[in-house]
């Protein structure tokens, strides 16, 4: 069973950095596309940051480039999101998920995606 859990949110000052991690369990990470998707109250969820397993091909939203970065460890199944020079906009849950097939990868559309964690807060305050 797949299983994803992110990890490092927090609150943070508005030009501060943070380090999300998904750590996928019931599959290697390095056979899937991971991608972070956020979501704000009152807001649709949006495709932030993804990763393709093997070549490690990276796609992001036009909102982050520039300032974030997604990695993956595959020694240790996990996925990260460095998130540099953060801005009030960027304050939402932002979550973990696993594509379906790795041909939407680079799309950051959530109904490609059938595998979710459960969440982490991020605040950046201004």
């Known amino acids: 069973q797949v299983q994803l859990e992110e990890s490092g949110g927090g609150s943070v000052q508005a030009g501060g950095s943070l380090r999300l991690s998904c750590v996928a369990s019931g599959y290697s990470s390095d056979t899937r596309c991971i991608a972070w998707f956020r979501q704000a109250p009152g807001n649709e969820r949006e495709g932030v940051a993804s990763?393709?397993?093997?070549?490690?091909?990276?796609y992001f939203d036009d909102s982050v480039k520039g300032r974030f970065t997604i990695s993956r460890d595959a020694a240790k199944n996990t996925v990260f999101l460095q998130m540099d020079s953060l801005k009030s906009e960027d304050t939402a849950m932002y979550y973990c998920?696993?594509?379906?097939?790795?041909?939407?990868?680079?799309?950051?559309?959530?109904?490609?995606?059938?595998?979710w964690g459960q969440g982490t807060q991020v605040t950046v305050s201004s």
């Open positions: 990763i393709l397993p093997r070549v490690g091909s990276t």
């Open positions: 998920a696993a594509a379906l097939s790795n041909a939407y990868c680079s799309t950051l559309r959530g109904e490609f995606f059938g595998y």
